[in-house]
């Protein structure tokens, strides 16, 4: 089969269309036919070594977790799935090997769920690392009806989810991002201020007695202003910065697979209650080339690689 691989870390040089075996199904695996694969940041910080102390990969990898598809092969006691379901996942596994950005690939079941029915396989394919990511963190927070909430990063990919997941749960949201992006946030349902010197000006006028979760999509200098915005019983938690439980009392968060959380996700979806915006597409053959784009950052949305 067809997929993009790399021998060893490096910059998007490294990324070769090759071919390789088919994969099997393992006793609680399905092979999945790949119509599309989203790309995420974590994927070029593995690449280069950089979470070599958190995550082993086993060479040649495939890189890519986020994957839309078609259900080819079940394996031994795979119950939740038959062949010819249209499945999304999360296919994070213990060692970063066979990945999906390829024609074919070995997942979990207990990563993955039937994809939402209202989405093609590109949109569903840009749903579970982020919307997982999003969903997760703002339960860790306790983000709860009534509540005021900041998220920094609100325009970026897990923010856009962040952004509409809290205000489902009928919290009121106030979003950093940049001026461009401000009109974007008032579609989603958050006030929008921009980050920068006045951003404690701009954003108390929305909290005066401070926030009740301060929510962190962005990373940087996101949290230096934290402990002016938050309220005295407040709760923070970021994807980026483990300030937010070292310093600040809150939690540092890092996603999991959970096939109930992207059912959850399914069904919030095909209500209408998420939206999911695609920033560009590529095919296969030029993965490099989107993971490029993702690395210049400023994209609304998601970059999706589509296969079939």
């Known amino acids: 089969m067809?997929?993009?691989?790399?021998s060893s870390f490096g910059d998007t040089d490294v990324l070769n269309l090759t071919e390789l075996p088919e994969p099997?199904?393992?006793?609680d695996t399905v092979v999945v036919e790949v119509h599309a694969a989203a790309?995420?940041?974590?994927?070029?910080?593995?690449?280069?070594?950089?979470?070599?102390?958190?995550l082993d990969a086993h060479f040649p990898v495939v890189?890519?977790?986020?994957?839309?598809?078609?259900?080819?092969?079940?394996?031994?006691?795979?119950?939740?799935?038959?062949?010819g379901d249209e499945v999304y996942a999360y296919a994070r596994k213990d060692v970063v090997s066979g990945g999906t950005l390829a024609e074919r690939v070995a997942v979990p079941a207990r990563t993955a769920a039937l994809k939402p029915r209202s989405l093609s396989f590109t949109q569903a394919a840009a749903v579970p690392l982020t919307g997982l990511t999003a969903l997760q963190t703002l339960r860790r927070a306790g983000v709860e009806a009534g509540d005021q909430v900041l998220i920094h990063g609100a325009a970026g990919g897990v923010g856009t989810f962040g952004v509409q997941i809290a205000t489902h749960l009928g919290a009121h949201v106030v979003g950093t991002a940049s001026a461009a992006n401000h009109d974007y946030l008032c579609d989603l349902g958050a006030e929008p201020v921009e980050y920068g010197e006045h951003l404690v000006e701009h954003a108390s006028v929305y909290a005066p007695e401070g926030f009740d979760r301060i929510i962190d999509f962005a990373g940087g200098a996101s949290l230096d202003?934290?402990?002016?915005?938050?309220?005295?019983?407040g709760t923070v938690a970021s994807i980026?910065?483990?300030?937010?439980?070292?310093?600040?009392?809150?939690?540092?968060?890092?996603?999991?697979?959970?096939?109930?959380?992207?059912?959850?996700?399914?069904?919030?979806?095909?209500?209408g209650r998420i939206h999911v915006e695609i920033a560009a597409e590529y095919p296969l053959e030029r993965t490099a080339e989107a993971y490029r784009t993702l690395a210049g950052g400023h994209t609304r949305g998601k970059i999706v690689v589509t296969v079939h």
């Open 24 to 27: 099997h199904p393992g006793p």
């Open 63 to 83: 890189p890519g977790w986020d994957v839309a598809g078609v259900v080819v092969q079940v394996g031994l006691d795979t119950p939740e799935f038959s062949v």
């Open 240 to 271: 980026a910065d483990p300030r937010a439980a070292t310093e600040l009392g809150g939690h540092y968060v890092w996603v999991r697979p959970d096939a109930e959380d992207l059912r959850t996700l399914a069904q919030w979806i095909d209500d």
């Open 2 to 6: 067809k997929a993009i691989a790399y």
């Open 39 to 54: 790309i995420n940041p974590v994927d070029s910080y593995i690449r280069g070594g950089h979470l070599a102390g958190v």
């Open 225 to 233: 202003s934290a402990a002016a915005l938050l309220s005295p019983t």
